[in-house]
């Protein structure tokens, strides 16, 4: 395929608005190829948009959907010969979920959050999101055996643990969520900070989170740990935050890359002593991360309208629930984590999410480098991922973001920065926060950019960059940017102007990492009187088995890497 004359940002590569044109050969880009040819002649093209952080497989996904019929009734689409039926708005079913990232030129989007045990079940889902490509990131901050390595401080086996924790799940990273907290929660009670004790193990959420850090850099693994901090959603939280980053500075990075992930920031980024005087600390949180460099973060935006919460911080959704007096699911997952999932409405005119509105958007406009701060909603928690355009039309213009303060509770003009702020993002930060800055977090090596052999994954939207200016035509951005004028995916035109023309099936990302024998043979021993002991079922039916994933992408880490490959060549070929 050919891609004719559009205007290209690839920053990854320091193409910042090009006319060039691009070939794809054989799924990948090439120097040159024969074959259809696409017009893009003055367009604004990019590569495939990547999601770092959304909810779209699971348990919790089908909790959502179960807890709302009504949800059912706010995204149906018509059909057409190419499409399976869609559902769902907040929770959209599996087709939906594929169509409409591919439909907003994204090619690429991770799950958040797995449990081991229930791994089976988001794999099944994930194999049903047509066109995009996937992976899950999995839980170990609540884990019995990851808290008994934290306190024997036997990191070797902590790491081994890691690794036949990814294998198992075929998961791709290690996701953090109020860690201890799911334990504690077992019991009807949680973790108030970094130092307080998990019940039953005598650590604490600062020596677990160290600990996985460090674990995640002795296998080497392509992404850093993926942290959603404790304490999230309440006031004053902010404090938390700066001091785990703070505890994260000495741990070193086995890849170039940050040492810590920070999932959806905003909803950690709180001042005051409780809900009447909550405010922003948002620009605190966007000056830390000026003056640091080991860590990256995305959003997690909220915007008005319904979402559904979803996550493992059990604690935290029954504390939404009595707040709104909203319905509420709750699960104790065995010896690994819990979970909850309540629905809601942020509202323009509720003081709290108003300010929650404005964090999210001082977080991306206070933090100078777009490498650091990422797109996203936390897909379905601040709002459903078809809002991207709305967020981007906000970070591009002032007068927009006028125009909505105006109309948002009046505590914005008091408790956040955002009426100050002038920064409008250009092209450029916008590839970086939503395609090349996620690939690069992620440690995709052939996503989010368009150099030879990348990924043959482009977004042609209908905007002339030359031309607009998204300051004053923020509408045409949003409108455009909903509906890519063509996205490729693998040398695929996969949608047209807003339609689906084809549903190739996507492939599934796990990473593999090898570890001493030794100290598998310790972990196996352990585990294996753990499952007789306590888990519901059999070691041999826990691990997700080769035949639920039928398009794998195996990324080799740990100890094979260490004595063979050359694990991290492109990626350090590119930073140079
Ligand atoms: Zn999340």
């Known amino acids: 395929m050919i891609i004719r004359g559009g205007i290209v940002y690839d920053p990854a590569n320091g193409i910042y608005g090009e006319e060039m044109d691009l070939f794809i050969e054989g799924g990948r880009i090439a120097e040159e190829a024969a074959g259809p040819e696409l017009d893009a002649s003055g367009l604004l093209v990019m590569p495939g948009g990547v999601d770092a952080h959304s909810h779209i497989a699971g348990t919790k996904v089908n909790t959502g959907r179960i807890m709302r019929p009504d949800d059912s009734r706010m995204g149906t689409e018509p059909r057409n010969p190419v499409c399976r039926p869609c559902t769902g708005y907040t929770v959209p079913n599996c087709y939906a979920i594929g169509y409409r990232y591919a439909r907003m030129g994204y090619t690429t989007a991770f799950e958040a959050a797995t449990p081991i045990i229930n791994a089976r079940h988001t794999h099944e889902e994930l194999e049903e999101i047509p066109i995009l490509d996937k992976g899950a990131l999995t839980l170990f901050g609540s884990n019995w055996t990851v808290l008994e390595c934290v306190r024997d401080k036997d990191l070797a086996k902590l790491a081994a643990y890691v690794a036949w924790g990814l294998r198992a799940s075929r998961g791709y990273g290690v996701k953090i969520v109020n860690p201890g907290g799911g334990e504690a929660w077992g019991f009807g009670a949680n973790v108030k900070g970094l130092y307080d004790t998990v019940p039953n193990f005598d650590v604490t959420p600062a020596e677990i989170i160290e600990s996985l850090a460090k674990a995640n850099e002795m296998l080497g693994l392509p992404h850093s740990i993926h942290l959603h901090f404790n304490n999230l959603g309440k006031p004053g939280n902010y404090t938390t935050a700066i001091e785990t980053l703070d505890l994260l500075k000495g741990v070193q990075a086995s890849r170039m890359r940050q040492v810590v992930h920070i999932a959806h920031m905003q909803f950690s980024a709180y001042g005051g002593t409780g809900w009447k005087d909550f405010e922003s600390k948002g620009p605190a949180i966007a000056d830390y991360f000026n003056r640091h460099s080991h860590a990256t973060m995305d959003l997690g935006m909220v915007l008005f309208g319904p979402a559904t919460t979803m996550t493992a911080d059990g604690p935290l959704e029954y504390a939404n629930s009595r707040l709104l007096h909203a319905k509420w699911a709750n699960c104790d997952y065995e010896l690994e984590d819990s979970s909850g999932v309540v629905p809601l409405v ?20 206070m933090t100078k480098d777009p490498w650091k701060v990422i797109m ?12 991207y355009p709305e967020v981007i039309a906000l970070l591009m213009s002032r007068p927009k973001r006028e125009e909505e303060i105006a109309t948002v509770h009046e505590l914005v003009k008091s408790r956040t920065a955002l009426p100050t702020l002038e920064r409008e993002m250009d092209w450029t930060d916008i590839a970086v926060m939503t395609r090349a800055g996620p690939a690069r977090i992620l440690g995709l090596e052939d996503k989010g950019h368009l150099g030879k052999g990348a990924d043959g994954d482009v977004a042609v939207y209908n905007l002339r960059p030359d031309e607009i200016d998204p300051s004053r035509d923020h509408a045409l951005v949003k409108a455009a940017l909903a509906k890519a004028r063509y996205t490729i995916k693998g040398g695929t035109l996969v ?3 807003g339609e689906i023309l084809s549903a190739p099936p996507g492939r599934t990302y796990w990473v593999d990492a090898g570890v001493a024998e030794a100290d598998a043979n310790r972990l196996m021993a352990d585990l294996k009187d753990k499952f007789d002991r306590y888990y519901s079922i059999q070691i041999s039916n826990y691990m997700v088995q080769d035949a639920y994933i039928s398009h794998p992408n195996v990324i080799r880490a740990g100890l094979q890497v260490r004595e063979g490959e050359d694990r991290s060549s492109h990626a350090l070929a590119r930073e140079a």
Do not use: C, S
């Open 346 to 365: 942020y509202g323009r005119k509720m003081p709290i999410n108003a300010i929650q509105w404005a964090i999210g958007l001082e977080l991306a406009l």
């Open 495 to 497: 949608a047209r102007d």
């Open 376 to 387: 996203t909603t936390d897909h379905p928690n601040g709002a459903p991922f078809v809002n």
